[in-house]
């Protein structure tokens, strides 16, 4: 099977600062990949180039097929994203959020139509529909964000920690979410810092000071390292970190 | 291309629900268009008088009536004494001092010639300048009348008398000069401001990085993000000529569809300079000071309230290089004298090559990745 997301030594520096040293993984369709790591890591950085927003300093790296360098607007058809900061808008409502970001990435106002019916019923926020973004909860916003990340039907989702400063219920739920857009065959991509969700990831990263220490699926990484949970398993790695935020 | 359509209605949502926003944007000029041109007004008046007649001849009362009656002068004291007359200037009471010898009549008839003392207080440099030369200029005239009066026709030498008309403002009303500068001053200040906030305030809020991870392309961005301020400062304009008009009896004589098409250039240039801030700013504090930092030199270099034609020519040539100063005079030219497109063609394509830069310059800078 081939991968949608191939990373060959992929670096970004700033400076003499190398955020992120020579990745290599690659990650298949329907996956769900964790990728984690401590505060600084270089997760995000990482997960910007994969995007397309930032421009890696050297190696190479595919997204659904399409080289990072040179294909960023195909790779950007292909893949959902929604940042650490919420980044819907707050003064709109919102149905007036989907139908835009519908919009910009091309559907047709039928299909605008169509999916925010689908999207606000499976998010159970059809009373909220006409309510705006800055009134809702901060769960719901983010299981918003999530679904307008993928309003166009993406490959792969990128999700940069979804989860933060969300209660337990609602965090169950987006996870829920997740595993619903897997079942529809998207590939999920995220970082976390919780690491019962690292257990419900097919496989993880872990990165640590700019470079992936360990890659495999959570089971065996926990034999790996003789150990009873993936808690044990990042804090024996991470512990090694020298810099932090 | 369909992407615009939704960047529109999405700017345009968001300037709905901006109520404050709005209404500030609209009251504020038109406040300020109803009062500045009250103030910024260099015609001068109410200059105080005092009188050292030490003559009190028929010839000296007429010849202060005849200043008291111009109009620019009031006549605050007569004194007895030029030591008197000086502490009315020092206890800011007095602009200027005028001092009538005695035996003035006398010698004009007698001798021919007579002087006069004119003491200025030159704390406001224009104030002085401008009661100095009005005050002249009716002693002249004076000299002239009683010329023709004292001597025999055989007599009188050859008397020029100057009679200027003003073409294009006769009565050289200073609102008409004026407004036209103002209401662009305010134009300038909300399309600049608000066009380069709203970039900025993407990139604060984050929402940008969620736009870039989208394959929109730059140019509808951008123009979305731009055609509302267009819009917005085209009706902003609109509504201060309309205060124009009724609060001051503004009319063109010009065509106001000439004066769209010089604003129409004008905000291509402007916004494309708002545009071209927020490229370069992180954060609205940044794009604020830098804003503020170029109004200031836009508002006093572009000839609103100085001449562009007494600054050296080094000076000159950098006010060229803002749109701001074509704007001003075509406007003049357009609202007093009438002028048509071909008139104002050169300050159009001023306008449009300047606007070319800032708007390509802005596009370059503006990067969808890092």
Same mark, same amino acid.
């Given at each position: 099977m081939q991968a949608v997301i191939e990373a060959r030594e992929l670096t970004k520096s700033f400076g003499s600062f190398i955020a992120a040293n020579k990745l290599t993984f690659d990650v298949m369709p329907g996956e769900i990949f964790g990728f984690l790591g401590a505060n600084g890591a270089g997760k995000?950085?990482?997960?910007?180039?994969?995007?397309?927003?930032?421009?890696?300093?050297?190696?190479?790296?595919?997204?659904?097929?399409?080289?990072?360098?040179?294909?960023?607007?195909?790779?950007?058809?292909?893949?959902?994203?929604?940042?650490?900061?919420?980044?819907?808008?707050?003064?709109?409502?919102?149905? =007036?959020? $989907?139908?835009?970001?519908?919009?910009?990435?091309?559907?047709? %106002?039928?299909?605008?139509?169509?999916?925010?019916?689908?999207l606000l019923h499976e998010?159970?926020?059809?009373?909220?529909? @006409?309510?705006?973004?800055?009134?809702?909860?901060?769960?719901?916003?983010?299981?918003?964000?999530?679904?307008?990340?993928?309003?166009? @039907?993406?490959?792969?989702?990128?999700?940069?920690?979804? #989860?933060?400063?969300?209660?337990? $219920? #609602?965090?169950?739920?987006?996870?829920?979410?997740?595993?619903?857009?897997?079942?529809?065959?998207?590939?999920?991509?995220?970082? #976390?810092?919780?690491?019962?969700?690292?257990?419900?990831?097919?496989?993880?990263?872990?990165?640590?000071?700019?470079?992936?220490?360990?890659l495999d699926k959570p089971s065996v990484l926990k034999q790996k390292f003789n150990v009873d949970s993936m808690e044990e398993v990042f804090y024996l790695l991470a512990r090694k970190a020298k810099r932090s935020e | 291309m369909r992407?615009?359509?939704?960047?529109?209605?999405? =700017?345009?949502?968001?300037?709905?629900?901006?109520?404050?926003?709005?209404?500030?944007?609209?009251?504020?000029?038109?406040?300020?268009? %109803?009062?500045?041109?009250?103030?910024?007004?260099?015609?001068?008046k109410n200059i105080s008088l005092v009188v050292v007649d030490h003559d009190h001849s028929s010839t000296s009362r007429e010849m202060v009536a005849k200043i008291t009656s111009s109009?620019?002068?009031?006549?605050?004291?007569?004194?007895?004494?030029?030591?008197?007359?000086?502490?009315?200037?020092?206890?800011?009471?007095?602009?200027?001092?005028l001092e009538i010898p005695p035996h003035f009549e006398r010698n004009l008839v007698r001798e021919n010639s007579e002087k006069l003392s004119v003491e200025i207080n030159a704390i406001e440099g224009v104030k002085a300048g401008l009661a100095g030369a009005y005050l002249s200029q009716i002693l002249l005239d004076y000299n002239a009348d009683i010329r023709e009066r004292f001597l025999p026709p055989t007599h009188q030498a050859f008397v020029f008398r100057i009679i200027p008309i003003h073409w294009y403002n006769v009565f050289l009303n200073y609102y008409l000069y004026i407004i036209p500068g103002i209401l662009v001053n305010l134009v300038t200040g909300i399309g600049l401001m608000q066009t380069a906030f709203n970039l900025v305030n993407e990139k604060e809020i984050g929402t940008i990085e969620q736009i870039n991870v989208t394959p929109v392309k730059k140019f509808w961005f951008i123009l979305g993000k731009l055609l509302p301020f267009y819009i917005l400062?085209?009706?902003?304009?609109?509504?201060?000529?309309?205060?124009?008009?009724?609060?001051? &009896?503004?009319?063109?004589? &010009?065509?106001?569809?000439?004066?769209?098409?010089?604003?129409?250039?004008?905000?291509?240039?402007?916004? &494309?300079?708002?545009?071209?801030?927020? #490229?370069?700013?992180e954060s609205q504090q940044q794009v604020m000071s830098l804003a503020f930092f170029f109004m200031n030199?836009?508002?006093?270099?572009?000839?609103?309230?100085?001449?562009?034609?007494?600054?050296?020519?080094?000076?000159?040539? %950098?006010?060229?290089?803002?749109?701001?100063?074509?704007?001003?005079?075509?406007?003049?030219?357009?609202?007093?004298?009438?002028?048509?497109?071909? @008139?104002?063609?050169?300050?159009?394509?001023?306008?449009?090559?300047?606007?070319?830069?800032?708007?390509?310059?802005?596009?370059?800078?503006y990067k969808k990745r890092s």
């Open positions: 995000t950085t990482a997960m910007r180039m994969l995007c397309g927003l930032s421009i890696p300093t050297s190696g190479e790296a595919r997204i659904a097929g399409f080289d990072v360098y040179t294909q960023t607007e195909k790779i950007k058809q292909n893949i959902g994203y929604m940042s650490q900061k919420f980044s819907l808008y707050e003064d709109l409502t919102v149905k =007036e959020n $989907i139908r835009f970001y519908g919009g910009i990435y091309g559907l047709k %106002i039928p299909q605008i139509k169509k999916k925010t019916d689908e998010l159970q926020l059809t009373q909220e529909a @006409d309510k705006l973004v800055r009134e809702l909860p901060l769960g719901w916003k983010q299981k918003l964000s999530f679904s307008v990340a993928l309003v166009h @039907d993406p490959k792969i989702v990128f999700l940069d920690e979804p #989860t933060g400063g969300v209660d337990p $219920i #609602t965090r169950r739920q987006f996870w829920d979410l997740i595993y619903y857009a897997t079942s529809k065959g998207i590939t999920v991509f995220v970082t #976390t810092h919780y690491m019962d969700e690292a257990e419900y990831c097919n496989r993880v990263s872990i990165m640590v000071d700019g470079v992936i220490e360990a | 992407s615009l359509f939704f960047i529109l209605e999405k =700017e345009f949502r968001q300037m709905r629900r901006r109520k404050g926003l709005i209404r500030t944007l609209f009251i504020a000029p038109i406040i300020q268009l %109803i009062l500045m041109p009250l103030a910024a007004n260099y015609s001068v109009g620019h002068f009031n006549l605050y004291a007569t004194s007895e004494s030029n030591k008197e007359a000086l502490s009315y200037v020092e206890h800011d009471k007095a602009d200027l001092v400062s085209a009706i902003i304009f609109s509504v201060g000529l309309l205060v124009g008009f009724v609060f001051y &009896g503004m009319v063109p004589v &010009g065509s106001i569809a000439t004066m769209y098409i010089a604003l129409l250039d004008f905000l291509f240039a402007l916004v &494309g300079f708002g545009l071209l801030l927020s #490229t370069y700013a030199i836009l508002n006093m270099m572009s000839g609103l309230f100085t001449n562009l034609d007494s600054m050296p020519a080094w000076a000159q040539f %950098i006010t060229n290089c803002f749109p701001l100063s074509h704007f001003i005079k075509a406007m003049r030219m357009i609202c007093l004298k009438g002028s048509g497109l071909a @008139d104002i063609t050169p300050h159009l394509l001023y306008m449009f090559a300047i606007g070319l830069v800032f708007n390509t310059w802005a596009v370059l800078n």
